[in-house]
């Protein structure tokens, strides 16, 4: 009621269309409100105003609705817990490898462990398992279709070593962390610092591995491929 009646005035002032915009995206308003809402946004006496704080409303956006984000090394986001010895067959199984993109593939991620993972993970989320992850055959389309459904780290207690490889590769972060797996529950928010090698859970920060400055440097072109074709420009 109350955004309808500032939407019929047509008078709302700049530093209040960031908090009312930021209320109206978290509420359940119908349809007809919204188009009104919206509607209002394209009056002279808004229009400027609504300008400038597009960029800081995405950002708002995101971190009060999704609670999820990355910046300065950090990456902050939901953790999906797995068990160990997680081989590259459960991370995608051998008949999709047949599809013929990683886009296609991603929907079919942990299938045989979680079918409804690649519904649930969100942009930034976490992947947090026990010892051995990634074992088994050498497929680089494990890591892939993590990164490509929006995993921002896999954190486990050890990695197979050809997984850790290709994850570095293509560019998905793999961090070794002795602790978090037994202090942390599935659904928990975690925070990652990549670059200073901590985690922080609701309860305690935690350490883990601090990658070096010539992996993070891999990591932040997207990977190797990215890394070296710069290398050459």
């Known amino acids: 009621q109350n955004i309808d009646e500032i939407i019929r ?3 709302i002032k700049s530093g209040n269309i960031l908090l009312i915009t930021i209320l109206f995206l978290l509420s359940d308003h119908d349809e007809s409100v919204k188009s009104k809402f919206c509607h209002s946004l394209m009056y002279p006496d808004c229009f400027i105003a609504t300008q400038s704080i597009l960029l800081t409303l995405t950002l708002f956006y995101s971190i009060l609705k999704n609670k999820r ?3 300065g090394g950090r990456s902050m986001g939901r953790v999906f817990k797995f068990h160990n010895d997680v081989d590259t067959d459960q991370i995608i199984a051998s008949q999709y490898l047949l599809l013929p993109n990683i886009e ?3 929907v079919y991620t942990f299938e045989s ?5 690649a519904k649930k993970v969100k942009e930034g989320d976490i992947v947090v398992a026990g010892e051995n992850f990634g074992c088994g055959s050498s497929r680089e389309q494990a890591p892939s279709v993590l990164k490509a459904l929006g995993v921002k780290a896999v954190v486990a207690k050890s990695f197979a070593r050809i997984f850790y490889r290709n994850s570095i590769n293509i560019g998905l972060p793999v961090i070794i962390s002795k602790d978090l797996y037994d202090k942390v529950e599935d659904g928990a928010d975690i925070d990652i610092n990549l670059s200073e090698g901590w985690i922080k ?3 305690e920060t935690l350490p883990c591995t601090k990658l070096p400055p010539y992996m993070q440097n891999i990591l932040d072109h997207g990977g190797l ?7 050459e420009e």
Do not use: R, S, V
């Open 9 to 11: 005035n047509q008078k």
């Open 69 to 71: 984000y990355k910046t």
């Open 104 to 106: 296609e593939m991603k």
């Open 113 to 117: 462990i979680d079918k409804d993972f």
């Open 201 to 203: 859970t609701e309860d």
């Open 225 to 231: 491929i990215n890394f070296l074709n710069e290398g």
